[in-house]
């Protein structure tokens, strides 16, 4: 009984930030699998497309390496015959790589091989299963119709294949989801409409955006779902839109000022949360070697005439400090939108440091997106450089994308030189967990506090370094190479190991240190 009412009590917080937009469309599009989802569309105007205009966009990455050879989330497949589009023996996500077709846009791959590729998509259509779902149709299409105007390629097979897609598309929009997913639905349509001149496409398309970029880029310029990785990945299909709008003179409707001037807030958001070695903080769900490099969306951004504008970090709840010494990033904010958290980790009041260029202090990262322990606990309060008590969560993180009762922060103060917050992710045991950090420019303070009438708490406290950092610990400090971390308030100092995910399915070993204190601890970080 007990089981069933934590079960209940974890479905009824993750199901009751939903939008009744999002409730309406799953009941709909269950019902509608039910009855059956006929797509129709005019067969007559399958072939009827229109040659763009583009300037060359980003290269993907070298994924094809030839002969049926594809390498996806670090897993390599060799096809000996025919090419299965709907493999899953490595996770959904994976299948979903191949149904993109990224690698039209690698550098390492002739137009030949390409064209081939395309033919063996369209050889047996009907068979396509995975690659027929919204998102990556939208993905496909894009990059389709970008390969298409680059090549100046007319085919009525591809032609076919793609219009049918777009349909698909336009009948089964990610309402239910909304988010990232909604967003690339939008782009891409906006490609579908330029492309096959369709006026409903199009009308749906900026009726999206323009609702959607509002609501989902926030004032400082982030993204909503407060992902780096997948901020980066949707400014990049921003700019191929501005691309797209700027050179083909079709419609417009006020299109082409919303898109850049949000790209302009992006732009800046970006460039102030990117440390100075051009690694973004890997903090929510990001990962190594999936997005385009903040440098390459600069240069892509400039070849468009789009330029950053002076931001400050404000309602992301991310926060960069620099000295001549280090970078200081900090998480000061909500996980991220009620309505769709499902990228989101249990990780408020987390930090990480670069020193000198380097990391030093870093998150765990994302490694998977299959529903398992892996995927647990990369989303969980014990990897990130956060405070857990009782070894509850901050956030309830479960399957792959759920979160039930989480975290608020609900006191923030800030100054020149320090930044104060509180959250109430532990109020079920009747305690706060307030932080502070104090910098100067070789040395940072961490002081933590549990407000509670309780006085039999254990509290731990966990730091995670780099694979490349080596760590010696004492009773009360731990020495770096040129870095020393003292602690005052704790009673236990202990290493332990972890997996650091350097990319999807992709992990290294590093070492952590779990402090474990009372009722406050301060920690001082001093940079020689």
């Known amino acids: 009984m007990n089981n069933s009412l934590q079960l209940a009590k974890l479905y009824y917080y993750t199901i009751r930030n939903l939008t009744f937009r999002q409730i309406y469309y799953q009941l709909y599009y269950r019902v509608k699998r039910l009855i059956g989802n006929k797509v129709t569309y005019n067969k007559t105007d399958l072939v009827n497309v229109q040659a763009l205009s583009l300037i060359s966009s980003l290269s993907g990455e070298n994924s094809y390496e030839g002969t049926h050879q594809f390498t996806f989330l670090n897993k390599k497949k060799v096809y000996e015959h025919n090419i299965d589009w709907n493999f899953n023996g490595y996770g959904k996500l994976w299948t979903y790589n191949l149904n993109y077709f990224d690698f039209l846009h690698q550098e390492r791959i002739s137009k030949n091989e390409a064209l081939s590729l395309l033919d063996k998509f369209c050889e047996k259509p009907d068979e396509i299963k995975v690659g027929v779902e919204p998102y990556p149709i939208s993905l496909r299409g894009i990059n389709w119709i970008k390969f298409f105007a680059l090549n100046k390629i007319d085919n009525p097979v591809y032609s076919k294949v793609l219009k049918s897609h777009y349909f698909n598309l336009y009948q089964n929009l990610e309402f239910h989801l909304l988010g990232n997913h909604i967003l690339e639905n ?269 006085f039999d708490i254990k509290a731990k406290a966990r730091i995670h370094f780099h694979p490349d950092v080596d760590i010696i610990i004492a009773k009360n400090y731990i020495d770096l190479s040129g870095i020393r971390i003292e602690f005052d308030g704790s009673y236990e100092l ?28 301060k920690t001082r970080i001093i940079i020689k």
Request: aromatic share 12%.
């Open 186 to 454: 939008a782009f891409s349509l906006l490609f579908g409409s330029f492309y096959f001149r369709e006026d409903k496409f199009f009308l749906t398309a900026i009726t999206i955006l323009k609702e959607e970029l509002a609501e989902q880029i926030l004032e400082d310029g982030a993204h909503f779902e407060l992902s780096p990785m997948y901020h980066q990945i949707l400014l990049f299909r921003l700019l191929d839109c501005i691309n797209l709008v700027k050179n083909n003179p079709w419609k417009n409707d006020g299109l082409i000022d919303v898109l850049e001037s949000t790209a302009i807030r992006m732009i800046g958001w970006l460039k102030h949360v990117t440390f100075k070695n051009g690694d973004i903080p890997m903090v929510n769900d990001s990962a190594f070697g999936i997005a385009p490099s903040t440098t390459s969306l600069l240069e892509y951004a400039s070849r468009l005439g789009i330029h950053s504008c002076k931001i400050e970090l404000s309602d992301s709840g991310y926060r960069m400090v620099r000295t001549d010494k280090y970078e200081l990033f900090l998480d000061v904010g909500n996980i991220g939108p009620d309505y769709i958290p499902g990228h989101a980790h249990s990780d408020t009041f987390n930090f990480l440091l670069h020193v000198d260029g380097e990391p030093v202090i870093v998150d765990v990262g994302t490694s998977t997106y299959d529903v398992c322990f892996r995927r647990y606990q990369e989303r969980s309060t014990i990897s990130h450089n956060t405070i857990q008590i009782n070894d509850l969560e901050q956030s309830e993180v479960w399957s792959s994308f759920r979160v039930g009762k989480r975290a608020k922060v609900i006191e923030l103060s800030e100054k020149d030189n320090s930044i104060r917050g509180e959250h109430n992710g532990y109020s079920s045991i009747g305690l706060i967990h307030s932080r502070e950090w104090e910098w100067s420019n070789n040395e940072i303070n961490i002081m933590d506090e549990l407000i509670s009438k309780k």
């Open 494 to 521: 202990k290493q332990f190991d972890y997996e650091f995910a350097s990319g999807f399915n992709r992990c290294l070993k590093a070492k952590g240190v779990l402090i474990v204190f009372s009722k406050s601890l």
